[in-house]
């Protein structure tokens, strides 16, 4: 949990996707852009995040966190030459990566980051942080929060960099493999002591 503050500075934070920064990455070789991401989208998204991990998100999240108002993310680009496209989009565009956030008094917690696996190791995933802290902080939010798997460090390494540090830990609180829970370690980001500058991966 946040630190807490007194009832009369207390701030809920509240979603609207018009608020979400724009995706104009510096020296980018593909034309990129965030949108918010709908029912429609569920599908493809939860094929990337199968493709992803060994104990995904269901569709349920998905749905749940869409109809708890959540926001909900998708960074989409254009598709270049060589682009393994799957799943395949209507639009013809690669869905490069998505979030999912809980926005609320004083703080964001950030559920689900993910990047499509053909996409990886490109900055992509630093890029996504980057829009939340943006929008979180000026949505009046003081603290992001998150969950990461403690065997994943790469992901912790990445969120270290961010400014993100360690809090606490979660015993048992992921799936791992038949009767086997992995511990999950909290990590939080002061936006107010963190300055973010909207930057390309």
Known sequence: MAPSSQAESSHVVRWQAADWPHAVP??????????PMTAADVDTVQAVEASAYAHPWSRKHFLD????DHPAMMLLGE???GDVIH?????????LGYLVAMPG??????????????HQ?????????????LWSRAQGAQWLWLEV?????????????????????R???????????EDAVVMSLNLVASPIKEKGP
């Open 26 to 35: 510096t020296g980018a070789e593909r034309r990129i852009a965030f949108e």
């Open 65 to 68: 966190s869409l109809q708890s």
């Open 79 to 81: 598709a270049l030459p």
């Open 87 to 95: 799943p395949e989009r209507a639009d013809g565009r690669v869905l």
């Open 105 to 118: 008094v004083d703080e964001v917690h950030l559920l689900n980051i993910t990047v499509a696996p053909a």
């Open 121 to 133: 190791r490109m900055g992509w995933a630093r890029f996504m942080l980057d829009a939340l802290a």
């Open 149 to 169: 798997r403690q065997s994943n460090l790469p992901a912790r390494r990445l969120y270290e960099s961010h400014g993100f540090a360690q809090v606490g830990l």
């Open 171 to 181: 015993k048992g609180y992921y799936p791992n493999g038949k009767f086997q829970r």
